[in-house]
């Protein structure tokens, strides 16, 4: 299994003037110490479950960018992006700019998004269930083929690119990682085995249902299930131990997950990075 640190929590000790030095310094011990991966939350208030709205949030493609300046290997991306927050064109240009300056990092996380009152607060369109995930797979496609060597016309039912043209390409080969998060077992665990490298599903006692479904879905496109990444976040309460944090580890890859992004329910990120760290070598033997 690898591990990922997922940045949820961004009221630290010191403020906001000691967001950046904070946040570069989690950057490089994580990356010292091992952790393959790095992600941050498409908010922009923050969410319901990890404290008020009032906290502390980054833009979080400004955020992936100051990180990329502070690492060298590893991937980074949001876990996972509104589709509604950016036009896919523009989105897909932000991803192949941060993997190109990132040196073949940059990956898309993304799903239907969910925050209403985050986007209405802010004046960012939010339609119906439907229509969110009819937009989803739009831009699934327009990315995907922006980040081809087809740079024609798109003309979807929401979305009408005159010329996808995207120069210079990401990258990363065939196309920066994507993912698809969320465990909707009709439309969004469909479009993960139509369109993405990973899944991204919530732990609990659903997740090995989850996992079968996207199996026959994978088997009903026919996508190998096993060349689609399984991923899934684990919340770090402050009490977490190493021995706490391991057996839920242990728990996701019998689950069948190869990917598990730790989250720290912290102001003090640093002390969560060294525990993550430590556990690098047992996860991957599991």
Same mark, same amino acid.
């Given at each position: 299994?690898?591990?990922?640190?997922?940045?949820?929590?961004?009221?630290?000790?010191?403020?906001?003037?000691?967001?950046?030095?904070?946040?570069?310094?989690?950057?490089?011990?994580? $990356?010292?110490?091992?952790?393959?991966?790095?992600?941050?939350?498409?908010?922009?208030?923050?969410?319901?479950?990890?404290?008020?709205?009032?906290?502390?949030?980054?833009?979080?493609?400004?955020?992936?960018?100051?990180?990329?300046?502070?690492?060298?290997?590893?991937?980074?991306?949001?876990?996972?992006?509104?589709?509604?927050?950016?036009?896919?064109?523009?989105?897909?240009?932000?991803?192949?700019?941060?993997?190109?300056?990132?040196?073949?990092?940059?990956?898309?996380?993304?799903?239907?998004?969910?925050?209403?009152?985050?986007?209405?607060?802010?004046?960012?369109?939010?339609?119906?269930?439907?229509?969110?995930?009819?937009?989803?797979?739009?831009?699934?496609?327009?990315?995907?083929?922006?980040?081809?060597?087809?740079?024609?016309?798109?003309?979807?039912?929401?979305?009408?690119?005159?010329?996808?043209?995207?120069?210079?390409?990401?990258?990363?080969?065939?196309?920066?990682?994507?993912?698809?998060?969320?465990?909707?077992?009709?439309?969004?665990?469909?479009?993960?085995?139509?369109?993405?490298?990973?899944?991204?599903?919530?732990?609990?006692? $659903?997740?090995?249902?989850?996992?079968?479904?996207?199996?026959?879905?994978?088997?009903?496109?026919?996508?190998?299930?096993?060349?689609?990444?399984?991923?899934?976040?684990?919340?770090?309460?402050?009490?977490?131990?190493?021995?706490?944090?391991?057996?839920?580890?242990?728990?996701?890859?019998?689950?069948?997950?190869?990917?598990?992004?730790?989250?720290?329910?912290?102001?003090?990120?640093?002390?969560?990075?060294?525990?993550?760290?430590?556990?690098?070598? $047992?996860?991957?033997?599991?």
């Amino acid at each position: 299994m690898e591990l990922g640190l997922h940045l949820a929590n961004l009221t630290f000790e010191g403020g906001p003037a000691a967001l950046a030095p904070t946040l570069a310094r989690v950057a490089r011990e994580a $990356e010292a110490g091992g952790i393959a991966r790095l992600t941050v939350m498409d908010h922009l208030w923050q969410i319901r479950g990890v404290g008020p709205a009032e906290n502390d949030m980054l833009e979080a493609y400004t955020l992936l960018g100051f990180l990329a300046a502070h690492t060298e290997r590893m991937l980074l991306h949001c876990l996972v992006t509104g589709v509604t927050y950016r036009a896919p064109g523009l989105l897909a240009k932000q991803i192949a700019t941060l993997d190109v300056l990132s040196g073949g990092r940059a990956g898309l996380g993304i799903g239907a998004a969910w925050n209403e009152e985050e986007a209405t607060g802010l004046g960012l369109l939010f339609p119906s269930t439907k229509e969110r995930f009819e937009r989803l797979e739009e831009t699934l496609q327009i990315c995907l083929q922006m980040w081809s060597d087809d740079d024609g016309p798109f003309d979807g039912a929401h979305y009408q690119l005159g010329r996808t043209l995207s120069v210079p390409a990401p990258l990363s080969k065939p196309h920066p990682y994507l993912m698809i998060g969320g465990s909707g077992e009709r439309k969004t665990l469909r479009l993960v085995a139509q369109y993405a490298d990973a899944c991204n599903i919530f732990f609990g006692d $659903e997740s090995a249902h989850k996992l079968e479904v996207l199996r026959g879905h994978a088997d009903a496109v026919g996508r190998d299930y096993d060349s689609i990444e399984k991923t899934t976040i684990i919340a770090m309460g402050p009490d977490a131990t190493r021995d706490s944090v391991l057996a839920s580890l242990e728990t996701a890859a019998r689950l069948g997950f190869t990917v598990t992004y730790l989250t720290p329910g912290t102001s003090r990120p640093l002390e969560a990075v060294d525990l993550i760290a430590g556990l690098t070598d $047992e996860a991957a033997a599991l």
